[in-house]
């Protein structure tokens, strides 16, 4: 992977007039074995997370360097998450919600990260080619 670092921002400006609960949507997904990168073995980690952010601008990753992944749960500025990890493959559409745990319930959010992923160790370019996974319907629970 020497050469291929990229930067990656993520967020995008949202405006919030409440506070969500919950992330809801309709998924289905394979979780493969794990057969590229080092590191990880065993089956692949599909990962949802919902953050709530109080930023200036969006959260800048370098590929490059470990110490700017993202953590939804511990990153500067993260007012609220919910996170979703699972190694279970689901065959048919299931509905599923996340529940938003509030750190700070006095500020008010002004960025939006969601993020879907089937291969969970992909910030360190790991994971199964047989992973994927569909999402549908998705909707902030207020």
């Keep these: 992977i020497k050469g291929t670092n990229g930067l990656v921002d993520f967020g995008q400006p949202f405006?919030?007039?409440?506070?969500?609960?919950?992330?809801r949507f309709w998924m289905k997904n394979n979780c493969g074995t794990i057969n590229e990168g080092k590191g990880y073995t065993g089956t692949?980690?599909?990962k949802v997370f919902v953050c709530l952010c109080d930023w200036e601008k969006p959260y800048r990753?370098?590929?490059s360097d470990e110490n700017?992944?993202?953590?939804?749960?511990?990153?500067?500025?993260?007012?609220?998450?919910?996170v979703r990890e699972s190694k279970e493959s689901i065959g048919e559409w299931t509905l599923v919600e996340i529940p938003i745990t509030y750190k700070d319930a006095t500020k008010v959010p002004n960025y939006l990260v969601l993020?879907?992923?089937?291969?969970?160790?992909?910030?360190?370019?790991?994971?199964?080619?047989?992973?994927?996974m569909y999402v549908d319907d998705v909707e902030l629970v207020y």
Excluded: H, I
């Design 15 to 23: 405006t919030f007039t409440a506070r969500p609960k919950a992330l």
């Design 44 to 46: 692949d980690l599909n």
């Design 61 to 63: 990753v370098d590929t």
């Design 68 to 82: 700017t992944l993202f953590d939804p749960v511990n990153a500067a500025g993260v007012l609220a998450y919910g």
């Design 115 to 132: 993020t879907y992923t089937c291969s969970g160790y992909g910030d360190y370019f790991c994971g199964s080619t047989d992973s994927w």
